[in-house]
């Protein structure tokens, strides 16, 4: 297993907890971090220290695996070189480059699946003042997710190729969600992002990952902006009647 830290601007930060999910103090229950943790789309101007983010995957390592054979890969962007990358990122969504991404896009889903999707979209998009048919506005919007809404660092997972693809993904899944309660816990917010690997070859060009690497998700990750409205609308879970059968 590797783990790749690219410079960091400033290296270090005074630690600051924020009360985020209902909670004081320096560790939440694990139930707050379950229920309390979402999708950050706007991050304050503020870093995040290298030893902050060492000591989140530090603890995250210890996710189940198949096998405990810990397939992950691991890069973290900051600074310049995460400046460099949004830049490119972004520029590569307006021009219109065809994506070829490591890791096939969903493309149908069922009607039920389909619907929350759609919900969720319209939820962001009623947050931010967007009207649906405000074309420009949405491509801005676009623009700004592949510019991993300011976050101040990015978290990149990868697998090796040769590697059986399902148990893999699996896997990182885990550890993924591990690392983003953890982050949640220590009051930053996380937005697991398929547009930090939606142009690999861009990543792999700034942040060194090679070839033989497959490219599986990123998390942009910084400090929550908590006055921004798309960082507080409700949001929504089907009950269990609809996921869940039991038989007795």
């Not at 069922?110 to 759609?118: L, V």
């Not at 991993?148 to 899944?173: C, H, N, Q, R, W």
């Not at 142009?199 to 700034?206: D, N, S, V």
């Not at 006055?227 to 949001?235: E, I, L, T």
């Amino acid at each position: 297993m590797s783990i790749y830290f690219k410079e960091v601007g400033n290296a270090a930060i005074e630690r600051e907890m924020h009360f985020w999910g209902g909670f004081k103090g320096d560790y939440m229950e694990l139930q707050q971090a379950v229920l309390g943790r979402r999708s950050i789309r706007q991050f304050l101007p503020k870093p995040v220290s290298e030893e902050m983010i060492k000591d989140l995957i530090a603890q995250s390592l210890w996710s189940p695996s198949w096998g405990n054979t810990q397939p992950w890969e691991i890069v973290v962007g900051t600074g310049e070189s995460l400046a460099e990358f949004k830049k490119k990122n972004r520029s590569a969504l307006l021009e219109g480059r065809q994506s070829t991404t490591d890791i096939p896009m969903p493309q149908v889903f069922p009607d039920r699946h389909k619907s929350r999707y759609r919900e969720l979209g319209r939820s962001v998009l009623g947050a931010l003042s967007i009207a649906r048919e405000d074309r420009q506005a949405r491509i801005d919007h676009f623009a700004r997710m592949f510019y991993l809404f300011d976050a101040p660092a990015v978290v990149i997972f990868s697998i090796e190729k040769t590697l059986l693809l399902e148990y893999a993904m699996l896997d990182v899944g885990l550890i993924l969600q591990t690392f983003c309660l953890l982050a949640h816990d220590k009051g930053l917010g996380t937005c697991v992002l398929a547009a930090a690997v939606t142009y690999p070859e861009i990543a792999r060009e700034i942040f060194s990952i090679p070839e033989t690497k497959r490219l599986v998700m990123g998390a942009a990750i910084g400090w929550p902006d908590t006055d921004a409205p798309v960082n507080s609308f409700k949001r929504n879970r089907v009950d269990q009647e609809e996921c869940v059968k039991w038989f007795r």
